[in-house]
């Protein structure tokens, strides 16, 4: 009976041991202008072949060959094909994709989640995307539902529970629900970074607050002139 159970014992340390080589992610080497990826002890799994290639992110990087984007596992084999004209890497289990004119989003199966529908679309950020069509911006959940409705000129992504969103020619801040937190006033606005956003009013740039009180004046940048 303990002979059985050394020799289970052995056969799961052996199969964890297999399990946890494998599952270590591959490093992107460059030759001759190209990618290729490496285990963690230097040996060649993929040889240098891509156009682009990333990091890993859950499990899989996104490579580029010619034109076209897809995904390699970390064992190096090509789990999505290389068929799409742009994508980004893998978050929290989707990925967004463009194929033809339209982008939509994929899981790590290759199954469509959300619709190739979109003019364009961002990647995930705090569980909602950035999303396009007919020239008008709103966001989405990760099920593909419109969480504020597509009627802003444009929009940037939420960061602090706040995002900057464009109507009728000037920018201002919404916040998850949709709700109006700071006025459309502003020429250009970013993202909150510690509280803080830069924005901009005509010739003026500034910080301001999440309440959108004036914290700071900053200097614009003007670019030296070619002589």
């Given at each position: 009976m303990k002979t059985i159970q050394r020799f289970a014992a052995l056969m799961a340390l052996i199969t964890w041991c297999a399990t946890s080589v494998y599952s270590q992610d591959l490093v992107p080497?460059?030759?001759?202008?190209?990618?290729?990826?490496?285990?963690?002890s230097g040996k060649i799994i993929v040889p240098a072949q891509y156009h682009a290639g990333t990091e890993f992110s859950e499990g899989m990087a996104l490579v580029v060959d010619r034109q076209?984007?897809?995904?390699?596992?970390?064992?190096?084999?090509?789990?999505?094909?290389?068929?799409?004209?742009?994508?980004?890497?893998?978050?929290n289990g989707l990925a967004r994709v463009k194929q033809g004119n339209k982008h939509g989003f994929i899981n790590d199966k290759n199954k469509t989640v959300i619709p190739f529908e979109f003019d364009a679309a961002g990647d995930f950020?705090?569980?909602?995307?950035?999303?396009?069509?007919s020239g008008k911006w709103g966001f989405i959940d990760a099920t593909g539902k419109e969480v504020i409705a597509l009627h802003y000129?444009?929009?940037?992504?939420?960061?602090?529970?706040?995002?900057?969103?464009?109507q009728n020619g000037n920018w201002g801040y919404i916040d998850a629900s949709g709700k109006i937190i700071i006025p459309f006033q502003y020429t250009n606005a970013?993202?909150?970074?510690?509280?803080?956003?830069e924005v901009r009013k005509n010739d003026e740039r500034f910080v301001i607050d999440a309440k959108g009180?004036?914290?700071?004046?900053?200097?614009l940048y003007y670019p030296p002139k070619k002589k």
């Open positions: 080497f460059y030759e001759n202008a190209l990618v290729g990826y490496k285990d963690t076209f984007r897809g995904f390699i596992n970390n064992q190096g084999k090509v789990v999505i094909p290389i068929i799409y004209a742009d994508a980004s890497l893998f978050k950020v705090n569980g909602m995307a950035r999303v396009s069509k000129e444009n929009v940037k992504n939420f960061s602090e529970g706040l995002a900057p969103v464009k970013e993202e909150f970074i510690n509280g803080e956003s009180k004036f914290v700071r004046k900053l200097e």
